[in-house]
């Protein structure tokens, strides 16, 4: 990219050190926790660069806005549950259970970024197209499990882009509910597997 | 109520004539415009005014702030859908057609009030006890369905609270997707069949 393109699009490139990422790790945790205990419009630079025990001067060598690094946590997250579904289904021995511990590493990684869903459900109003992406791009790699799980025999019927979604909205609010607004006497352990029941035979029979 | 505990709640008396309900529901569909266009904090009191047609001082008659209305919206929405879903399983035949009779009838009152998502999304930030209200609520409403068909027979297992958010989030990710982000290629008369067959057998045999 040109210094024209770079500076219309607004980009700033990566940090070249190590130390230089470390800074920016540093301030998008920060980030996290202030947008996340206060939310956007409370939220202000100088805050952030004091939590990250970042000077305010240098917040602009890594993100060019409050916008920017808004824009940056709601890719890193988008990004973490992506990984975290990867990871979760490499053991996985059928297109059920793949489902399961998909639904499983993103109830784990909720639990750990409770954050996850006041940044995310911001980015409708902060950013509507990162949120939109967000969910449009969750709902793909679905489908793809899904019509990999035809292609294997473990589908008989044709899955659609709106069954993708109905997964994704089970999982979304399960991870409300269980990961966000937990009780000491729910039995989180127990989430996935219900999710995978559902997927195999419905509410109608027990396994 | 007392006097006293009038004052402390804050709370103020519906209106008394007809010509006051009317006033106070040109108000409430004014602020569903400001608030889905513009969300809550970009749009001020004498916008809703200016665009209900109603004199700023009258306000103040039928709500204490821009608070108030928008947290009578939310209560106004998430009544409206309670109020669809009993209506759209009036005839159902059993628990399965209940399920995707509550979720077309959902759909529909989401297609006809599209700012439902941006509002019921917003009060996460402006009023979190209103929007988690609201899950919980029709979570409720969920289990007590299932819970009914456990009792007819329809449904052979044990159905949990977690089987009630799994089908909202299931509801309220297909809304989003058909009623919200809707294309013109979509079969959007063909997603409340979809989710029934989901939950009569899940994702793996045809009906």
Same mark, same amino acid.
């Given at each position: ?14 940090p ?47 993100? %060019?806005? &409050? +916008?920017?690094?808004?824009k940056?946590?709601?890719? =890193? /997250?988008? *990004?973490?549950?992506?990984?975290? #579904? ?25 639990? %750990?970024? &409770? +954050? ?7 980015? =409708? /109003?902060? *950013?509507?197209?990162?949120?939109? #992406? ?26 659609e ?5 109905a ?5 979304? /609010? ?34």
């Open positions: 990219m040109g210094r024209a393109d770079a500076a219309n699009s607004g980009a700033i490139s990566p070249a050190t190590e130390r230089g990422r470390r800074t920016r790790q540093k301030l998008l945790e920060a980030a996290t926790s202030e947008f996340g205990e206060r939310g956007f419009h409370e939220t202000s630079i100088s805050e952030i660069t004091r939590r990250a025990g970042v000077a305010l001067g240098s917040f602009y060598t890594y993100f %060019e806005s &409050k +916008e920017a690094i808004f940056a946590l709601v890719r =890193e /997250f988008s *990004d973490g549950v992506r990984q975290a #579904a990867a990871t979760g289904i490499e053991d996985s021995r059928d297109s059920f259970e793949k489902e399961r511990d998909a639904l499983s590493a993103f109830l784990d990684f909720a639990r %750990e970024h &409770k +954050e996850i869903y006041r940044i995310i459900d911001e980015a =409708e /109003f902060v *950013d509507p197209a990162s949120y939109r #992406a967000h969910y449009e791009n969750t709902a793909l790699r679905i489908h793809d499990r899904l019509k990999a799980g035809m292609v294997s025999g473990d589908f008989n019927k044709e899955l882009e709106a069954h993708a979604w997964v994704m909205g089970m999982n979304v /609010f399960l991870g409300l509910r269980y990961a966000v607004w937990a009780r000491p006497e729910d039995d989180f352990e127990a989430i996935p597997e219900i999710a995978r029941s559902i997927l195999t035979n419905g509410l109608s029979a027990p396994d």
